[in-house]
């Protein structure tokens, strides 16, 4: 095994691939947007390919685009905790939202995804920027952007208080003396602010990694501030090399700032990707990709995200002007990066869709499994990332290509392992466990006893 | 195969069985209590023996006897999921407030359960009558009993519109033509009240079972009407075969005041259960869970349980006096239960205590297969239940005994099932699938439009 700095790889998983219209591909399989005998094909493949983590996104609201675009998944808790079932080593990343669930409710399933995986849990901290959700739990309008990333900080802060909740030598078993759990080692958390109030304890023991690995994908300001104060995995979407060593650079000084160790934070981000076994069958798949795609899709998906009525200008015209990001509540970070797309590239409404159409604003690639090493190589060794966030642009066909094709040849480049190298999610990402919070403070009232 | 009527069974799962100390027994595992190997044993088992379901009770809160009443479970979400991958035919009944919870995150789940079971969940409705849940919640107290069953009626009525928000040819994976789904068969909900305000629709397509089985457990008053009006498998805690009979006859009578037909609720008391070889191996276990009751353990939940500090009284001395039930919020039928059986049975702490540690407040039984499915029989058919919730006393021993000892006579005596009847858990309940609300409306849309 090489001693080298390796890339950590995450699966991005969804039904039919993340180019818009890949559920059209004769390849495609969309009747299994509901059943686990799909997600349960890909994430074996995944494992088999030794990736470090499949991640679901996720979103508490339909949206509007179901008539030309497919279903993404099922729920993450349920879906990947069935996972956790048929797998073994990979790790299990859910996006769960800040805004919109409880602490303690949160906190718990993350807890039991961690016990029943053996430690393989991730959370990816969303604080729900898009859409409508906020009119399925009672409330006229979402959270301010600034307010949902305090909402943020509080409800992590409060989840690692609950999850320490059980130091880790509380549970006895003790059947001789009828001792189940050392009480004095179970604590209450009474955390009561004017957001949350919670009593604790958790009802279950503490979660195997301590806490689940802490995903977060903020790109703003405070999205950046949140990242660095908590995150430990770094999702971001960035169009050029030079962009991603910029936000890479800039968030590992932030987290320098709070007195973390940058090498405990893991900047990967999203690669859509196609990959051929030779160059010409790429550009085949990627032309496949293209004539799928459905203008009216794209031009009511990018109208909500530009806010701009673009279905009033003539599609093979330039981009109108869009409005100043200091005005948008919603994704900012992935309107400023399509803006900037949209000027430096000139580009019209059609080439705009094309080009979004498989990333999403994330870097497209198509290409032999060596140009796509290559381009992987170039961000990871080029001071842009600790890996990345593979976005298949086809589902699952882009996986089994990625992993027959790419991975061997980053293997052979050293630059990605061969072999899990532990059993926990945090083990495979060198992430270190946490320190429980609670544990200290007995240390210490035992000290004062003592003395 | 027997045409008779069947009886339906239950399998309540936990990590080491029913009897409140069981947990001390050599035989039992403890430590599986968070990890999925003796979670997916016992399902595998249960599933052998053809259970038509593994059960799984919940509470959003440590409570106060972890330091000698070992943990039930990991959180039902995640562990049905987890066994969802890993069986195939039986039932995942999983226990969800109705209090503190969402409606459109609980039908989610649901739907997403079911979806990778391939039609196999069932909710168990709950208002969580008990402890200090509200505290982890943000609430200064608890919603008061009628309150409580408002807000189940409205969440689990509004649930079945989230559900019905998809019609069942909602989805079209019309790959040519561009058409993922038909939007004219998904629906908002736009459900608006005091309580709770959803706009919907769901973002995932109508279960496979149109909804989950839905359970309910109430036997106040209240609890009795909102099973009659949406219940259609009912848990209950019955001591004596006349009460059985009573409470059989009363939902059942109740069930037609409301329009549906009486076999369509299935009721199904608890039956808390010793297994032997011979009588005096029954009785030997029995013994020995008697032995490792903790009495301090019984005195502390009992005096929660009846509202009265039984540690100020002698332990051999008869039960003091209790409240009035009508002052009682919290589990009031179990309150009444245990009450008329101290009184019917001039019971003293200690014989309360062992009487309780067993059962809490269900049936206990301990004897051969023979007498266990006289017993059984007896129950079923003198119009007492349509099955039970079989809890094993010990586990994973019990549950092992009662598969290979019971199970057979029951099945040599035609009184269940040798193999599942259907793949859905409906089906193998004899319950029909509910029709979706908005696609008679839909029709009626359509008939007018014709007209
Ligand atoms: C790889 C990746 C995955 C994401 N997944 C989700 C998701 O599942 N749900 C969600 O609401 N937002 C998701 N986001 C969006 C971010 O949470 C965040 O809203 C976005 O990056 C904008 O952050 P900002 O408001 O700080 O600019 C994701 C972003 C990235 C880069
Ligand atoms: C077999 C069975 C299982 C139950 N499981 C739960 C449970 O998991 N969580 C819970 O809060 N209550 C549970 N209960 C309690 C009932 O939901 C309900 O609170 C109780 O029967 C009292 O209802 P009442 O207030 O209508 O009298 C269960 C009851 C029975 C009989």
Redesign the pocket.
């Given at each position: 095994m090489s001693t080298n700095r390796q890339m950590i790889l995450n699966f991005?998983m969804n039904s039919t691939g993340f180019h818009e219209t890949a559920w059209r591909l004769p390849s495609a399989e969309p009747e299994g947007v509901t059943s686990l005998s799909l997600y349960k094909k890909m994430a074996l493949i995944a494992e088999q390919a030794k990736f470090h983590t499949v991640?679901?996104?996720?979103?508490y609201e339909l949206g509007e685009n179901v008539k030309h675009q497919a279903l993404n998944r099922l729920e993450p808790y349920t879906l990947l905790s069935a996972l956790a079932g048929v797998t073994e080593r990979i790790g299990l990343v859910a996006?769960v939202?800040t805004s919109y669930t409880e602490p303690y409710h949160t906190a718990r399933l993350f807890a039991s995804l961690d016990h029943l995986s053996g430690g393989r849990a991730g959370w990816?901290?969303?604080?729900?920027?898009?859409g409508k959700?906020h009119l399925n739990f009672g409330r006229e309008q979402n959270y301010e952007?600034t307010e949902?990333?305090q909402r943020a900080l509080e409800f992590v802060q409060l989840a690692t208080k609950l999850w320490d909740s059980w130091e880790d030598d509380a549970l006895l078993f003790d059947k001789a003396r009828g001792l189940y759990a050392d009480v004095e080692h179970i604590h209450a958390v009474r955390h009561r602010s004017d957001i949350f109030a919670v009593e604790g304890p958790l009802n279950l023991p503490r979660p195997p990694q301590g806490y689940p690995v802490l995903a977060?994908?903020?790109?703003?300001?405070?999205?950046?501030e949140?990242a660095a104060r908590i995150g430990e995995l770094i999702?971001?979407?960035q169009q050029t090399l030079a962009d991603a060593q910029a936000f890479y650079a800039d968030v590992k000084s932030r987290v320098e700032k709070y007195g973390r160790n940058p090498n405990e934070v893991k900047i990967?981000?999203?690669f859509s990707v196609i990959v051929g076994a030779t160059e010409s069958e790429a550009k085949e798949k990627e032309a496949e990709l293209r004539e799928s795609i459905i203008p009216e899709l794209g031009l009511h998906r990018l109208s909500k995200r530009l806010k701009v009525d673009l279905f009033s200008y003539p599609l093979d015209g330039p981009v109108p002007e869009l409005p100043d990001p200091a005005t948008i509540n919603?994704?900012?970070?992935?309107?400023?990066l399509m803006k900037n797309m949209i000027e430096s590239e000139k580009l019209t409404i059609r080439q705009l869709i094309e080009r979004v159409s498989g990333g999403n604003?994330?870097r497209t690639f198509a290409g032999t499994a060596e140009k796509v090493a290559d381009e992987l190589e170039s961000w990871f060794t080029g001071g842009a990332c600790d890996g990345f966030?593979i976005?298949p642009q086809a589902l699952p066909s882009g996986l089994e290509d990625f992993a027959r094709l790419v991975v061997p040849e980053l293997q052979r480049r050293g630059l990605f392992h061969t072999e899990y190298r532990g059993t926990t999610l945090r083990e495979n990402l060198g992430l270190a466990r946490p320190n429980n919070q609670f544990s200290a403070q007995s240390q210490q009232r035992k000290g004062v006893q003592l003395a």
């Open positions: 991005f991640f679901l996104a996720d979103a996006t939202s990816n901290i969303v604080t729900t920027g898009i959700t952007h949902r990333y977060q994908a903020g790109s703003s300001e405070d999205g950046k949140l999702y971001t979407a990967v981000p999203g919603e994704n900012r970070s992935r309107f400023e604003g994330h966030v976005r």
